[in-house]
């Protein structure tokens, strides 16, 4: 007589517990951890996911599993493991987890599907091996001894490698992986956007080879995708590049981790589960033993305070490639300026000669506004209405092209108006600069130019961001204008002149990162000058010249930026001193979620007593209405996720929520907004 089989299944909705299931005699031969299963659940029939097997199960009355899905397991014993910690530290389901690892094609229970070889994965560039390598100098070697001696160990390490901008980086990523090759470990290489560079993806290719790498991006089909999997799943590529879903790869034996400008925002994700690809890539690294490189010029603070702690290890790159300098960086204090002209320029006149002379030179210039659309901000001058999204508390933005006033969180769009709609005067004041103004204020000044914006309004179609770049490679463009989609990666060596219109807009958001990110942003964009044989030139044009985020960044001075960052964080017990988990309630009656919210703060407060964790809130939240939802929260500080997530947990079991109120907690949020 067999014995009864049991199956502890994981489902993918916000529910923490797994499920008893009991197996049907024919299937038990079949079942395996890994599998997907067709269940009931409710009077539904959904996917599960086998996590465990069991011989007894303690329900009474117990249902069984309805069908195997899978021949084989499709989630590793390391992939369970890692969406397990994923569960835990991010606060969602074991099944919610697991289901953000499955690749496309496998939800919603499907088996297979056509596969489709990526042909053109990224058009314009070339995937041939090339040969002719750079003899690395004297620091990139220093780098990658440390880097090999550690990986010959087999043991789990994490590197921050901290180099300026074109100090080589990409070179000892090289070395590192040739070695992980060697010892025939799998390599994953994350990159932020993928999409939007190319010609880093280029690099690699040109290195490996294009049958060693599987390269997977937001913009392949799912059968391009599926195509990926099997290749990395057959080990016929050994290298995955790809953004951060790329770390659940169906790896064999896991060597290297890469993530390339570690200190992203695109590396957390924003929807359930909102895992940060730092903490989850060192968290697979541990479980495979495996070697993790970070690599930055301006590494996140956590980072930093992590290697100064020595719980990463540093390695620096302080220079420049021979043949190129940091460029010169210049701040414009933009107060004298409106003095001088009694309006507010867009362009300063230091600026504009800097253009000017560039032009003339026929060198390429970069243009830089982290805000698109053209007017960001529309009034009426006699009542003082604003043009607001009417299902957000947000100033609509005007679009020139379009003329339409479109709100850039919920895509709301209505026609521009020319009379106030409060007050029927006609007094509308079109304020704020977006790069379609800067554009059109580029072609009035520099009529003889060729200028071209980038941004996510002009990159609509699919090709439109390989088709702009290659025109600026191809020196068909003076002038690319956007946002910080040209901040990233470019390497153009005829690039000369950057110009950044504001310095302001990232420093003033109401976020505690606000001067991290404005400094990591102006030394990436200012990175993109000068790469070449020609000094590069950067100008920041500000309001807030003194600011030390700003200071810090003429002289490239990393370091220096850091010792004033560090303290402030310290002083307010901020990250990476301590860690943030917020807690948003939504609803779409106002009353409802300040309720909501207030009740659940008390119960928490109740329920804290004597641990050391601090709540502020509940505060209506810096986007106080978004998509129709009224938006309440609070903040938690606490200096353990984990022991803080438990009391969380037992705090929403006890305590149901309406129907009418819904929930998003997320653990070391990147900006709180
Ligand atoms: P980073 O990743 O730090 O920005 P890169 O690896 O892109 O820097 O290097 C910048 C440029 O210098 C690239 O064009 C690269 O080919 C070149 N380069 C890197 N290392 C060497 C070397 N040892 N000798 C010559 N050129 C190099
Ligand atoms: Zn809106």
């Not at 009355?61 to 530290?89: F, H, M, N, V």
């Amino acid at each position: 007589m067999s014995e009864n089989k049991f199956v502890q299944v994981a489902i993918n909705l916000p529910l923490n517990d797994v499920f008893d299931y009991s197996v049907p005699q024919v299937l038990q031969p079949l079942v395996r951890i890994g599998k997907r299963v067709w269940i009931s659940f409710g009077n539904r029939t959904i996917v599960g996911f086998i996590v465990g097997i069991s011989n007894s199960s303690a329900i009474a009355r117990i249902k069984e599993i309805k069908s195997i899905i899978d021949k084989e397991p499709i989630l590793s014993p390391e992939i369970l493991e890692l969406t397990r910690w994923i569960a835990d530290y991010y606060l969602c389901s074991w099944g919610e987890a697991i289901d953000a690892a499955i690749a496309m094609p496998f939800k919603k229970g499907k088996t297979s599907i056509k596969p489709r070889l990526a042909s053109q994965l990224i058009p314009g560039i070339d995937y041939e091996k090339k040969t002719g390598e750079n003899i690395l100098n004297k620091d990139q070697n220093k780098a990658l001894l440390q880097l090999k001696q550690s990986m010959d160990k087999q043991e789990f390490n994490v590197f921050l490698l901290h180099g300026v901008t074109a100090s080589g980086k990409t070179e000892v990523y090289f070395g590192a992986i040739e070695q992980a090759l060697q010892q025939e470990r799998d390599v994953l290489v994350f990159i932020p956007e993928i999409a939007l560079t190319p010609q880093t993806v280029q690099r690699f290719t040109e290195k490996f080879g294009k049958e060693k790498i599987a390269l997977v991006h937001s913009r392949l089909s799912a059968g391009e995708k599926f195509t990926q999997w099997q290749r990395i799943k057959n080990s016929q590529a050994k290298i995955v590049i790809g953004p951060r879903s790329a770390i659940f790869s169906p790896f064999k034996k896991l060597g290297l981790i890469v993530v390339d400008e570690e200190h992203e925002n695109t590396y957390k994700q924003e929807d359930t589960p909102r895992y940060h690809l730092i903490n989850t890539a060192i968290k697979l690294a541990q479980i495979a033993q495996a070697t993790v490189i970070l690599g930055s010029a301006t590494p996140s603070l956590e980072s930093n305070y992590a290697a100064k702690t020595k719980q990463f290890k540093l390695i620096e790159l302080p220079e420049r490639i021979k043949g190129s300098e940091l460029p010169y960086v210049q701040i414009v204090d933009m107060r004298n300026q409106s003095i001088r002209t009694k309006r507010l320029p867009l362009l300063s006149k230091v600026l504009e000669d800097n253009i000017s002379r560039c032009l003339k030179n026929k060198e390429q210039i970069i243009i830089f506004l982290n805000r698109r659309g053209f007017s960001t901000f529309v009034n009426c001058q006699k009542c003082g209405y604003i043009l607001q999204c009417p299902k957000c508390s947000l100033a609509l933005v005007f679009h020139c092209d379009k003329k339409q006033l479109i709100c850039h969180h919920c895509s709301y769009a209505r026609p521009a108006v020319n009379l106030c709609p409060e007050c029927n005067g006609n007094y509308i004041n079109y304020l704020g600069t977006g790069t379609q103004k800067v554009e059109s204020e580029l072609c009035r000044i520099f009529p003889q130019a060729r200028i071209s914006r980038m941004d996510s309004d002009s990159m609509r179609k699919k090709t439109a961001h390989f088709e702009a770049l290659d025109d600026f490679k191809h020196k068909k463009i003076d002038i690319l204008v956007g946002t910080q989609m040209l901040a990233k990666g470019l390497d153009f060596p005829n690039v000369t002149l950057v110009g950044v219109i504001s310095a302001d807009i990232s420093l003033n958001l109401p976020d505690f990162r606000a001067s991290e990110r404005t400094f990591s942003l102006l030394t990436q964009v200012a990175g993109r000058a000068g790469r070449g044989k020609t000094a590069g030139k950067v100008i920041i044009q500000t309001y807030t010249p003194e600011h030390y985020a700003i200071e810090c960044s003429v002289n490239h001075d990393y370091h220096g930026f850091y010792a004033k960052e560090i303290v402030f964080r310290k002083q307010l017990n901020l990250p990476p001193f301590s860690r943030l988990i917020s807690i948003v309630l939504r609803s779409k009656e106002e009353q409802t979620v300040i309720a909501a919210a207030e009740s659940f703060n008390q119960k928490l407060r109740l329920k804290i007593k004597n641990q050391e964790i601090s709540v502020i809130g509940p505060m209506p939240m810096p986007i106080a209405k978004l998509k129709g939802y009224f938006r309440w929260g609070l903040i938690l500080n606490t200096a353990d996720i984990l022991s803080t997530n438990k009391l969380i947990k037992e705090l929403l079991k006890d305590n149901k929520l309406s129907s009418k109120i819904k929930l998003a907690i997320d653990v070391d949020p990147r900006m709180v907004v």
